[in-house]
């Protein structure tokens, strides 16, 4: 989840590029470094550690500099040291890099015969050397580096034999052009340029992009671009903390009026309006995403094969790293959504793209109206969450499994597996959800968080839903905390995993589901007879009388078509508190 921000103009730049990354720090990194170009040179500074530690180091660097490029890094390619650290240099090019270039041993390879030698391990540093081997133009050397590599990139870059200007290109990884007056700025994120500027430019995929103080040039294989310039919706108040602590902590509180917007949108006169896709004519369904989105995607699953199971319909989910890789066979009434909140995931779009090419029919349930997923999908639910900072996702899993539960809603209905009556009766608790939700934004949860935050192992057990909901709950854990934490379905508890249980082990036991929940009271009580300390998310008609609970937390019952967006609340908040406690 690296960073970039480039400027050229009359400001400090090393004030502007290093106020960027602190803009960006909510992207997490582990280490950050610039190069800022005098008449003279380009000096290059980095540091392992907080954007903060590199700003120390630079106070020593009293020079005018009237162009610069910064990078917050999140190691991939080699270990986190300041020699791994970007900018990179190669020759006469320096450049920072988002995104993995996957074939870049290959490129190496071919780089070292001509006899490039290279001091880091990472990719980063190969398009350096791709980019100087190349003997013609700038814009030609960009353009051989965009054929050449695979994978993705966003990448500013400096000549050191051009002066004035930064090139910037892209390829499944975000970068835009903030414009200025008589300044630019290129960044990988919105909440860098908002300070100075609302206009922007996108950068699409082949596009080479020339910036200079006083110019914005943009080139396809068609020549110059005419691009145009958009303005910036969302405030730097909406793409900060608006007064809450983090980020998370802010949209997990959104989520309370995110519910009543979703129902203004998709609820129109007691029915489900036109806006909720009918995928009634599709019989073959995949469902394809990454990480959050891809648990939200499989509570959709369950929902449609649980509520809709009149086997008209086969729904599959899958991650987008596998899906792509693998062979599928498509009929004409086959159906590909993708559910992605930055429009952006790398493996996602490649989803969506193959599926796309094949003339297969898409939709992406997306957050970010401006992304790539948008742009290409061939039918779009938006999220409307509003711009989601925060990495650890809580408003845009919230919405995404709100909407999958409205697709599959509608789905059942038009299909007469959910009768009129049910209709009435889930539309009624859609409009009723906030108030379902807020006493759970009440409950303090420190006191749980206080008993977790030291452990090494967390485990989390559930069945059918209360285990899919276990999923998001263990990642949002592991995510934020770096706690080691797993999710078990309840029954299998016995099967091996107990072994890991012992004195004081953590095990958070999640019963919502009527039909299975003594059983999975009983998954609970054997973990305990292994010695692990109890803690319970239980909707409020599970009876646990006589048993010894470390603590407790009471949902309330609702149709399993929401219980999930109630299941999930506690969780995002003990992950926050303990993410907290563990500073
Ligand atoms: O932007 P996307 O929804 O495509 O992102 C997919 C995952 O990377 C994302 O959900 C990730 O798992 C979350 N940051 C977890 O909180």
Redesign the pocket.
């Given at each position: 989840m690296c960073g970039i921000v480039g400027y050229v103009g009359d400001r400090n730049v090393t004030d502007v590029l290093v106020q960027g990354l602190k803009n960006l720090e909510y992207r997490g990194y582990d280490s950050a470094g610039i190069a800022v170009r005098n008449d003279k040179n380009i000096d290059v500074v980095k540091s392992v550690g907080k954007v903060i530690d590199l700003e120390k180091k630079l106070e020593s660097f009293d020079v005018n500099y009237y162009m610069g490029i910064a990078h917050t890094r999140w190691a991939t390619h080699g270990e986190v040291n300041e020699v791994n650290c970007h900018p990179h240099s190669m020759n006469n090019v320096v450049l920072v890099h988002n995104g993995i270039i996957e074939n870049y041993r290959e490129l190496k390879k071919e780089l070292e015969l001509i006899g490039y030698s290279f001091l880091t391990n990472t990719d980063s540093e190969i398009v350096a050397a791709l980019i100087d081997s190349y003997k013609g133009s700038k814009y030609d050397a960009l353009v051989y580096a965009q054929m050449k590599m695979k994978g993705s990139y966003a990448l500013v870059i400096m000549f050191d034999d051009e002066a004035d200007t930064l090139y910037a290109i892209r390829k499944d990884s975000p970068l835009i052009v903030g414009i200025g007056e008589n300044e630019n700025f290129v960044a990988s994120d919105i909440s860098v340029i908002l300070p100075y500027t609302k206009k922007y430019v996108d950068i699409e995929e082949g596009e080479v992009v020339k910036i200079t103080k006083s110019d914005v040039f943009v080139y396809s294989e068609n020549g110059l671009v005419d691009k145009k310039i958009k303005t910036a919706l969302c405030s730097i108040e909406d793409a900060q903390k608006g007064g809450y602590e983090h980020f998370m902590l802010k949209e997990m509180n959104e989520e309370k009026d995110l519910c009543v917007k979703l129902y203004n949108k998709f609820i129109e006169d007691g029915n489900y309006s036109d806006d909720i896709p009918d995928i009634s004519n599709y019989n073959n369904v995949d469902i394809v995403?990454?990480?959050?989105?891809f648990y939200a995607a499989t509570v959709g699953k369950y929902l449609i094969d649980t509520y809709v199971c009149d086997r008209s319909v086969r729904v599959n989910v899958d991650v987008a790293s596998e899906y792509r890789y693998k062979k599928h066979f498509y009929g004409d009434r086959s159906l590909v959504i993708v559910?992605?909140?930055?429009?952006?995931?790398a493996d996602?779009l490649a989803c969506l793209r193959m599926a796309n090419s094949l003339n297969v029919d898409t939709l992406a349930i997306v957050n970010v109206p401006s992304s790539t997923i948008a742009k290409e999908a061939k039918l779009v639910m938006p999220m409307l969450a509003g711009p989601e900072i925060a990495?650890?996702?809580t408003k845009?899993y919230f919405s995404q499994v709100l909407e999958l539960s409205l697709i599959a809603q509608k789905l059942g209905y038009i299909k007469g597996t959910i009768s009129d009556i049910e209709k009435k009766s889930l539309i009624k608790t859609f409009e009723n959800l906030k108030s379902y939700l807020i006493p759970l934004f009440e409950i303090d949860y420190s006191t749980i968080a206080g008993k977790l935050w030291f452990k090494e192992h967390i485990y989390f057990i559930g069945r059918g839903i209360d285990y899919i909901v276990g999923l998001e709950a263990s990642?949002?854990l592991k995510?934020i905390s770096y706690i080691h934490s797993d999710v078990y379905q309840a029954g299998e508890l016995k099967h091996g995993p107990i072994a890991l249980i012992d004195n004081d082990t953590p095990v958070i036991s999640i019963i919502t589901n009527d039909e299975i929940k003594e059983k999975s009271l009983s998954n609970a009580i054997e973990a305990q007879s292994r010695g692990a300390s109890l803690y319970l998310l239980a909707s409020e008609n599970v009876d646990i009388d006589n048993l010894k609970i470390d603590e407790i937390i009471r949902v309330p019952r609702i149709s399993e078509f929401y219980q999930p967006l109630l299941n999930i609340i506690p969780f995002q908040f003990i992950a926050y508190e303990v993410a907290k406690l563990k500073g």
């Open positions: 995403a990454c990480g959050s989105a559910v992605s909140q930055s429009g952006e995931t996602t990495v650890a996702t845009g990642l949002k995510e």
